[in-house]
């Protein structure tokens, strides 16, 4: 039970989401995701489009439903005490049913997404919203997704131990209660916004306090430039007396093919998030990741009102057809005025191409604290591991 624990906390992985793909094909997330800002089940087009070159699955021009597969072993190493930890477990296996209710030719087709987790770490419902699509390709206003999903905040990636995520409570394995407003100001401009419950996340009615979060992204894809740009804001309300947490988020997404007139197949990512009363373990439980209020409570509660920063670097390089190799940085600061209490983690990964809807990932993670007292009591921040992966997809 405590390794299935830890292996939740630390390598969890999310249904797909690939900016670099929209950044390099100028597609607009919709256009492979049935969310209107990416993630989650993919659409017909994506499915085929993720298939490259390989002959699809059977089920590659159904959008009706999709499924996602994963199992992992994980070689875990703690510093602070050599405790060693290792084994297999499925990660994941979600099912999703992408159920048409109302096709018009004008107005809004509405469907129903609705995606169940029976994997061994994180079982049940995941995702579960009514989507209404504007059929008038002119109007602002394209879509409205209503019920649990995940927040459009930042640059969503399938890792949700980014520490950019983390500090802002966006997570993609954090679900968020309410509606989302999505559209195109031009065929360059996209923005979200949503109204959610905020600190009753995922809409379990935890709080007696009436809380309600306002979350916005705006993306900029200029057609002839190899670059993607996106800015996220976050603010959370509450009737109650107390400080109102915010976060930010800047990205962007380099087609470096294009950019080096294909010369180099690479791909680079960039995130930066500040945010402020979101170090708190009652309002964000990954916070609990870095500092352990049982054994350093002066320090976590000390850090609970500051403003955190974190940075998120990745470069994406496509050796061959089917062989990726990537490296990912990550940087956190619990407390933007003690810069030396940094945290720090490289990850080093190469995958394979099985077929057109199987990878094999080969993953290294290696990480620093710099801050006192981390490593000695033992933390997952100061963690090394090595995990391999299988992924399917259908």
């Given amino acids: 039970m405590k390794f299935l624990l830890v292996l939740f906390i630390t390598f969890s992985h999310d249904l797909m989401a690939r900016p670099e793909y929209a ?174 419950n ?27 430039w190899p670059i993607f740009l996106g800015s996220s804001y976050s603010r959370h309300m509450a009737k109650k007396d107390r400080p109102l947490p915010w976060a930010y988020s800047l990205y962007f997404v380099i087609d470096g093919h ?18 402020r009363y979101l170090n708190s373990s009652g309002h964000n439980t990954y916070i609990s990741r870095f500092v352990d209020s049982s054994k350093l409570p002066n320090y976590a509660s000390a850090i609970e009102s500051s403003i955190s920063n974190a940075i998120m670097a990745k470069a994406l390089w496509s050796l061959t057809t089917n062989t990726e190799l990537a490296y990912k940085y990550n940087m956190a600061l619990p407390d933007n005025d003690f810069r030396d209490d940094q945290f720090s983690r490289h990850a080093l990964w190469l995958r394979y191409r099985l077929n057109s809807n199987t990878y094999l990932t080969l993953r290294g993670d290696l990480t620093k604290v710099k801050r006192q007292g981390i490593k000695e009591l033992g933390s997952w921040s100061v963690d090394n591991d090595v995990l391999l992966l299988l992924h399917v997809w259908l």
């Fill in 258 to 275: 294009t950019l080096t007139k294909e010369w180099l197949d690479m791909d680079f990512s960039f995130e930066y998030t500040q945010a």
């Fill in 198 to 224: 905020g600190f009753q996340n995922k809409g379990n009615f935890s709080s007696n306090d009436s809380t309600y979060a306002v979350v916005s992204n705006v993306q900029y894809m200029p057609e002839t």
């Fill in 23 to 196: 950044n390099r094909e100028k597609q607009r997330c919709i256009s492979c995701h049935v969310s209107p800002y990416g993630s989650g089940a993919r659409r017909s087009y994506g499915k085929v489009y993720a298939n490259e070159e390989y002959e699809g699955s059977q089920t590659s021009d159904n959008e009706l439903y999709f499924a996602d597969f994963r199992t992992v072993y994980l070689k875990k190493t703690n510093i602070s005490n050599s405790d060693k930890m290792d084994g297999f477990t499925v990660m994941m296996a979600a099912l999703t049913a992408n159920i048409p209710i109302v096709k018009q030719e004008k107005g809004f087709d509405t469907r129903i997404v609705l995606t169940h987790d029976l994997g061994t770490l994180a079982p049940g419902t995941r995702e579960a919203y009514a989507l209404f699509e504007n059929t008038n390709n002119e109007s602002l206003l394209s879509s409205i997704k209503i019920g649990k999903f995940i927040s459009p905040f930042g640059l969503l990636t399938d890792d949700h131990r980014t520490y950019t995520k983390m500090l802002t409570m966006s997570s993609m394995r954090e679900f968020e209660a309410g509606a989302v407003f999505s559209g195109e100001v031009t065929d360059s401009l996209h923005y979200d916004v949503a109204i959610t």
